[in-house]
């Protein structure tokens, strides 16, 4: 068996491959962390197995119903990449215990949920430590999309390290990552700051040993480490830093040259030892764990288009007219997916909506085209 270095190695420098190494470490603790916090026990991850592919060579792997996570990185020298996250619809439906009355609605309702609980993974982890990079390291999801990979891997013509493994907990749930070797490129040189600043006080970090030397990936969580990483559910006055902002980390010593980046020929497939057991189920489960999770809901009440001159002349007593006629129903969306429609009403002395149809997946996709 070949450790995750040795097979990220094949695609990066071997320094760069030891920083991701350590970094994912890292990133699995805080993740495993937040998603304890939301389901009320800890997860494994079993089954890891990677490789290096060309995009194109894949796509027949993605056939059945899926939604694709895309995970959009960025850096404050100007540098940006995405990589993929797919997880099949009827398992994540399943392991996230949404049910709903026919498929569409179940797909709709999934998307909805996935990406809240994506969400705040990625929050606790942009706090604990994407956002202590020197670069100003930023990971965001964007829209979660359904049966919509294979029309990406067509169009990427990166080399990619595709990673596969199943997220067991109270329901076992499959995944894959598709990472380019782009994203991997800029992601080593983020997190060189934050692996050498872990290393300069590793008395007040989650402690990081080295691979072992069978080959095993350890992605196992002690208590110290799941209660080192919670998931904080703090709320940030709208003025503040943004969520991700860090302390400055001590002055250190200028890093050393990188090494640059060999891309090669596609390499042997490797195969990593399972990881961790399965947890026993806890008697609480299914969506009424994610019951508390904040969402946020925005009615919109119409769109238009405006000029640069058209905008610098607004002002008081302007009037926009927009693309919605008088008493047409109104957009209800959540987390900025549009789920619903309904019309404008008064309860007391504020503005409300009542709910006139609940909007199908696909429909949506259709009308913004239109």
């Known amino acids: 068996m070949s450790e995750p270095s040795e097979v990220l190695g094949q695609l990066l420098s071997p320094a760069q491959a030891a920083t991701l190494d350590t970094a994912g470490r890292q990133v699995w603790t805080t993740a495993a962390a937040a998603l304890q916090s939301l389901h009320g026990a800890a997860p494994s991850l079993t089954g890891v197995d990677g490789r290096l592919v060309m995009p194109d060579e894949?796509?027949?792997?993605?056939?059945?119903?899926h939604l694709t996570v895309p995970f959009e990185l960025s850096t404050n020298q100007d540098q940006a990449a995405t990589a993929y996250l797919v997880i099949e619809t009827a398992q994540t439906?399943?392991?996230?215990?949404?049910?709903?009355?026919?498929?569409?609605d179940e797909e709709q309702q999934t998307i909805v949920i996935a990406s809240t609980v994506l969400g705040q993974v990625l929050q606790s982890l942009n706090n604990t430590v994407f956002g202590r990079s020197d670069a100003g390291l930023v990971v965001a999801i964007d829209d979660i999309t359904a049966n919509s990979i294979p029309a990406i891997l067509q169009a990427l013509d990166d080399p990619c390290l595709l990673l596969r493994g199943t997220l067991s907990g109270a329901h076992e749930l499959p995944l894959a990552f598709v990472l380019p070797g782009t994203f991997l490129d800029i992601m080593a040189g983020a997190m060189e700051s934050v692996i050498a600043s872990a290393s300069a006080s590793a008395s007040d970090s989650v402690p990081l040993e080295p691979p072992p030397a069978t080959g095993t990936l350890s992605l196992g969580l002690t208590q110290e480490e799941l209660e080192a990483a919670e998931l904080l559910d703090v709320e940030i006055p709208s003025d503040?830093?943004?969520?991700?902002?860090?302390?400055?980390?001590?002055?250190?010593?200028?890093?050393?040259?990188?090494?640059?980046?060999?891309?090669g020929p596609a390499a042997s497939r490797a195969r990593f030892a399972p990881v961790g057991e399965a947890p026993e189920p806890t008697a609480r489960s299914g969506i009424d764990l994610l019951a508390g999770l904040q969402m946020n809901v925005t009615v919109e009440l119409g769109r238009t288009e405006l000029t640069v001159s058209e905008?610098?002349?607004?002002?008081?007593?302007?009037?926009?007219?927009?693309?919605?006629?008088?008493?047409?129903?109104?957009?209800?969306l959540v987390n900025d997916r549009l789920i619903a429609r309904g019309e404008v009403v008064v309860v007391d002395e504020n503005f409300g909506i009542r709910v006139v149809e609940v909007v199908r997946r696909g429909v949506e996709q259709e009308e913004r085209v239109g």
């Open 93 to 104: 439906a399943a392991y996230l215990e949404s049910q709903a009355d026919n498929p569409d």
């Open 240 to 263: 503040s830093a943004p969520s991700f902002a860090a302390p400055e980390p001590p002055p250190l010593a200028p890093p050393l040259p990188r090494e640059p980046t060999p891309i």
């Open 58 to 65: 894949v796509i027949g792997e993605f056939a059945r119903p």
């Open 311 to 332: 905008v610098l002349g607004l002002g008081p007593g302007s009037v926009i007219e927009l693309d919605r006629l008088a008493g047409e129903p109104v957009d209800i």
